[in-house]
């Protein structure tokens, strides 16, 4: 609609993605702010920042993501340094954050924020700060706030909340225990104080920041003699042409510090819009293709055969044609897509190849995607539209418009020989991290992987993988579990270590579908890394509908810390009620119910911001019936997650993806057995929901 | 046992191989590599004699040749030696693929009737842009078109005389400049200077004549 009135007003329709927003600064918290202190400034929706920052004996570095217009939040993963050899150890310390806007800066109002600094409570962060900014001439941006924890040191004063409740007036002790609680007990209560400071534009490139900061640095003092008598930080922010900030600061009148800061807008891909694959075949003009398919054996010549054409063209396009029919004008193909990380770019390559391919009178295509078998959606479309419509301005919407999505529970009874067995296989590297524990920042495995799909059958998939891990960090940790729930996951480091050659899975699968909308499965095997056994899940996912439901029941043993083929003792039926929903805009949100491998009860909550190119960042936790003492350090299990397609990053089609999962810290409640193929993201790049949203690939 | 499996393996680091996937190819291009291989469609065509085009990219300096694919509906469709595809109109771009920029399609209906008559006013162009999240935007422009009169200029050594209408266009966020030379004898366009969208910012094209186009 709104691509209509444009063209009929013929008004600019700008790119809704922006880059017009001016760069923000951001602090050595990661956060947009002056060097210490907040500014009531964010960053343009749906942005995400990475900040890097080293002073005196702390270094910061901070993951800020813009998950609403008026929200963001951040994890930090802080290292402080002790000189002091008589008090325990260096520090590292994860703490999130929140920002709230509560207004929008206006020509003679400020912004207004508030927020939230290490609200889990364990760590040294631990701060509350409602703060204003405004900009003045373009070039001045000045702020000033109040704040609370350790934003209230410096000449403080009386909790003005007390006005409120008396109870304000003072903070009570950290009493965390296990960390990972919110400590909202603490919040806002305390001495408060006042912080602000002024940035100033030079140029495009250039800033200068003074701040006024209320934060002493009580806790590094103590411990580590940082003298931070000096109220005053200075600093200035150099913007790069690529993107990246350097700043650098003279802080606290006593040390200097660097930082380096860069933020990304996910809808951005970083090697163009429009990709760098390979440009479609043309299609052919009609009388050229129908010239061609008089050679056709169909029509009494010596050529291949028309499917066999088709077959191989497709291949060349990284499509496999498994299924291949013609009735009444009609030609149907059944399709699996390797290659293109968008459904809908697979859909319009098929068709024109069909149309390239096939005898002038098969007016109607009928294009089906599957993967290893199983059918998930098809899509019906006439061949004179794609004539008229390749090289129209609203092409794609037009041929949407036109074409028919649906549901589809089998394939063209045609099959095309030789499409099964198939093998798929790769031998190759592999890397995998682990970020963030509580002991190093970064612990890596590095190796070989053997991975290999057969399909003896359409929806039958024997499926294996194989690691030789060759440089490895993951086993270096010293930390021997001691958690008093059943050792489900929490002796990870134990595979780790006692294991050579990993058999990380080894499956016998079938998928199939049982009826309208309906997708099933049954797997057995070594269905993880540390567990083996059984499982069985149904999906009920309408096509084109946002919400989806699924249920999934499973009986595991728990494997060998040698992964391999041996099982000890403990063994439990789990399973999970789950429900997929998507909001409008670009969120995800996931609900599951039912009985974790520790034998405990609850839900995970996930919510995630799926951008329509695949790039995906998001986050969950797990509350289930086990307390938090019994839980150990961090109290629940929780973490956040990014899902970045490779294609995002090199412009080339690829359907893989870079995933990580960044956990506090890996425990044994509310812990999830992990089987391959779960069928809502097995089949949900190939719905109508993922097919309609990125249809503008159709003809790229 | 260990040393030679150590071995076998860390050879393999050095080279993935599979049946199915493309990642050697994703990993030459992440390096830089990627453009050695050329389309086994091009080099069909460059062999049976297909019409060609020089073109350039004024912003990231690549240049070429560029040969014809074929024609349907008065497009026509030059591929690049590396796969990437011009659309063009009666010389005019309307579409790109695989440089990037994610141009789809175009109505220039207007500015073309305009510059083939050296008719000189105002018009209004079209484009469709693929963004980076896979959404199409459709951007209009107004442009005025000028007759810039006759200039000779050389065509593969030879002068030519041509005759020279420009396309200043604007929008809110975009200004951009079209130049397009027209042959006084046979009245085609021989050589152009056209905007293909923020990303890739000017291409100049040149016919190469001699192939029947």
């Not at chain 1, 044609?321 to 459904?343: F, H, K, L, Q």
């Not at chain 1, 069985?536 to 040698?562: C, H, T, V």
């Not at chain 1, 973490?639 to 690829?654: D, K, L, N």
Request: net charge negative; proline share 4%; charged share 25%.
């Amino acid at each position: 609609m709104r691509k209509a009135i444009c063209m009929v007003f013929g008004i600019s329709c700008a790119l809704l993605t922006g880059g017009t927003a001016r760069a923000q600064n951001l602090s050595t918290y990661g956060t947009p702010g002056l060097i210490d202190m907040p500014t009531a400034e964010v960053l343009p929706d749906g942005n995400l920042a990475m900040t890097g920052a080293v002073f005196e004996n702390t270094a910061r570095g901070t993951l800020t993501f813009q998950l609403l217009p008026w929200v963001y939040g951040s994890f930090r993963y802080a290292y402080i340094s002790d000189f002091d050899d008589t008090l325990p150890g260096s520090l590292y310390d994860r703490s999130f954050d929140i920002h709230v806007r509560l207004r929008q800066e206006t020509e003679y109002g400020p912004a207004v924020g508030v927020g939230l600094r290490d609200f889990g409570g364990t760590g040294v962060y631990g701060s509350e700060y409602i703060v204003l900014s405004k900009t003045f001439a373009d070039r001045w941006k000045v702020t000033g706030g109040m704040g609370w924890g350790r934003l209230g040191e410096r000449n403080s004063f009386k909790n003005p909340l007390a006005v409120i409740d008396d109870r304000f007036e003072t903070r009570p002790e950290n009493d965390a225990g296990e960390g990972g609680k919110l400590s909202a007990d603490q919040w806002f209560r305390g001495p408060a104080a006042l912080f602000g400071g002024v940035e100033y534009k030079v140029n495009d490139r250039l800033s200068v920041l003074a701040e006024y900061s209320s934060d002493t640095y009580s806790y590094e003092t103590s411990r580590t003699g940082f003298d931070a008598d000096f109220p005053m930080n200075f600093g200035l922010n150099y913007r790069f042409e690529n993107g990246v900030n350097l700043n650098a600061y003279y802080m606290y009148g006593s040390t200097i510090g660097f930082q380096l800061s860069r933020a990304i807008d996910p809808r951005r891909k970083p090697a163009g819009p429009g990709g760098i694959d390979e440009a479609p075949p043309m299609l052919q003009p009609v009388d050229r293709v129908a010239a061609a398919s008089w050679n056709l054996p169909e029509r009494g010549g010596e050529g291949l055969t028309a499917r066999d054409v088709l077959r191989a063209r497709l291949e060349s396009q990284g499509l496999r044609m498994v299924g291949y029919r013609i009735a009444g004008g009609r030609a149907s193909v059944e399709v699996e897509n390797n290659r293109y990380d968008a459904a809908a770019q697979a859909v319009g390559r098929t068709a024109r190849i069909m149309a390239n391919t096939l005898p002038p009178e098969i007016e109607g295509f009928e294009i089906t995607l599957t993967r290893n078998g199983l059918p998930i959606s098809s899509v019906t479309l006439a061949r004179g539209d794609l004539y008229e419509l390749e090289h129209d301005l609203d092409g794609s919407w037009r041929t949407l418009a036109r074409s028919q999505i649906r549901d589809e529970t089998e394939g063209p009874d045609g099959s095309v020989e030789g499409a099964y067995p198939h093998v798929a296989y790769r031998f190759g590297p592999y890397a995998r991290f682990s970020f963030f524990d509580p002991d190093d920042p970064l612990r890596y495995e590095i190796g070989a992987a053997f991975t290999a799909d057969y399909v003896p059958r359409p929806g039958i998939l024997l499926s294996g993988l194989a690691r030789l891990p060759i440089f490895s960090t993951l086993d270096d940790t010293t930390r021997v579990s001691d958690s008093v729930l059943p050792h489900v996951r929490s002796d990870w480091a134990r595979y780790a270590k006692e294991s050579d050659i990993q058999i990380n899975h080894l499956t016998a699968s079938y998928l199939w579908r049982p009826g309208k909308d309906l997708f099933a499965r049954v797997t057995a095997g070594y269905l993880e890394e540390m567990y083996g056994g059984f499982s069985a899940e149904l999906l009920w996912y309408p096509s084109g509908d946002q919400l989806a439901l699924g249920a999934e029941i499973n009986y595991a043993k728990q494997r060998d810390f040698d992964m391999l083929f041996g099982f000890q003792d403990y063994d439990i039926v789990t399973g999970h009620a789950s429900a997929y929903y998507d909001f409008a805009g670009d969120y995800r949100l996931q609900v599951d119910a039912g009985r974790y491998l520790a034998g405990d009860w609850g839900a995970t909550l996930s919510l995630d911001r799926e951008f329509n190119n695949g790039f995906r960042i998001g986050a969950f936790a797990t509350f289930t019936d086990v307390s938090s003492e019994e839980f150990g350090e961090g109290s629940f299990d929780k973490g956040i997650r990014f899902e970045i397609p490779v294609a995002w990053m090199t412009g080339r089609s690829t359907r893989t993806k870079a995933e990580q999962t960044i956990r506090p810290i890996l425990r044994d409640g509310g812990a999830r057995l992990q089987v391959e193929n779960r069928l809502y993201d097995y089949v949900r790049e190939e719905r109508a929901g993922r097919l309609v949203g990125q249809w503008g690939r159709f003809y790229r | 046992m260990k040393r030679a499996i150590l071995i076998a393996v860390l050879l393999n680091l050095m080279v993935a191989c599979s049946n199915t996937s493309y990642e050697i190819e994703t990993l030459r291009t992440a390096i830089g590599q990627g453009d050695a291989r050329p389309d086994p469609r091009v080099q069909s065509l460059i062999d049976a004699g297909a019409p060609r085009l020089q073109v350039g990219f004024l912003k990231s300096g690549l240049a070429g040749t560029m040969v014809l694919e074929g024609e349907r509906d008065g497009v026509r469709t030059w591929l690049s030696v590396d796969g990437a595809a011009l659309l063009t109109r009666d010389g005019m771009v309307v579409a790109e693929r695989g440089f990037g920029g994610g141009l789809m399609s175009s109505d220039v209906s207007q500015p073309l009737a305009a510059i083939r008559s050296g008719r000189e006013g105002e018009v209004t162009r079209f484009h469709s842009f693929l963004t980076g999240n896979d959404e199409i935007v459709t951007r209009s422009y107004k442009c005025r078109i000028e007759d810039r009169g006759e200039k000779e200029i050389l065509v593969q050594g030879k002068p030519v005389a041509t005759r020279l209408m420009r396309e200043t266009c604007r929008n809110t966020d975009h200004e951009f400049l079209n130049l397009y030379w027209f042959s006084r004898a046979s009245g085609r366009m021989v050589q152009s200077r056209q905007w293909l969208g923020d990303f890739l910012g000017v291409v100049t094209m040149r016919e190469v004549r001699g192939q029947g186009a």
